[in-house]
């Protein structure tokens, strides 16, 4: 049985995780962390990490990057292992989760789908194979109530693939502010915001008469919390480094 504090914990992902969590028997959420509290909780939500007075034995962050440095801070203090499973980070924060890999396990997605995962994988080969010949484009569509865009899943699948090229590609987000035509070295990234859509990502290879499409739609939040949950389970035992779903998966 692993002990768990989830950070975010009264956020819509948060409640998610607390659901799947209930009905497993390797994994317990001991305590939540959260500026937010829950109208109805199973375990006590603290509102500052240092009143926290439960033993855990992992982390699982789903709030915000702001909350981030205070996460790890503690994270490494306690030498817990941690999931982030958090959105949106930038550079800055990225620095801060290779800083504290080399203290303690850190596992850290931009998208804790299995199925998204694959998709990356298939985007790099199709990539490579089609170099110089395809044009690429990646589009993203989700809630609008989210704040991050492009989503931090896009901007992976455009370093993933970019990874793949001999030729690196310069990253175009938005078209109508210049007039010109499209150059050869680019990757279009486009967002969409609206409704409730809970996350669809497409790759587009364009090339001269056709188009191959690689797409992935997540039709309910519960395979985030999944991946996120595999992720805590898989961090046990661990040594200290910076793991991903690369890892958990196996993927080359």
């Known amino acids: 049985m692993i002990n768990v504090l989830l950070s975010g914990c009264s ?50 962050d789903f709030s915000n990057p702001e909350a981030l440095e205070k996460i790890l801070d503690f994270a490494v203090d306690t030498k817990v292992p941690t999931v982030i499973a958090t959105t949106g980070l930038s550079a800055i924060h990225e620095k801060m989760l290779n800083d504290a890999s080399s203290k303690i396990p850190v596992f850290y997605s931009a998208n804790m789908s299995l199925g998204i995962n694959l998709l990356i994988n298939l985007a790099k080969k199709a990539a490579k194979l089609l170099e110089g010949n395809f044009d690429i484009e990646i589009l993203e569509k989700h809630h609008n109530q989210k704040l991050d865009a492009p989503s931090g899943t896009a901007l992976a699948i455009a370093d993933s693939v970019n990874d793949a090229l001999d030729e690196k590609c310069e990253y175009v987000y938005d078209r109508h502010s210049r007039r010109k035509k499209r150059a050869r070295n680019e990757i279009g990234i486009s967002a ?20 191959i499409e690689i797409s992935h739609s997540a039709m309910s939040r519960d395979i ?29």
């Open 11 to 60: 956020g819509r992902m948060g409640q998610v995780v607390t659901r799947l969590a209930s009905t497993m028997n390797n994994i317990k959420i001991t305590a939540g962390y959260d500026v937010m509290e829950l109208p109805q909780s199973e375990y006590p939500v603290f509102k500052s990490l240092d009143k926290l007075t439960k033993k855990v034995d992992t982390i699982i």
């Open 192 to 211: 969409i915001r609206g409704g409730t859509i809970v996350g669809e990502h497409s790759v587009i290879f364009a090339g001269c008469d056709e188009v």
């Open 224 to 252: 985030f919390a999944l991946g996120a949950i595999k992720a805590a389970l898989f961090l046990k035992g661990r040594k200290p480094g910076l793991y991903s779903m690369n890892d958990l998966l196996k993927i080359d």
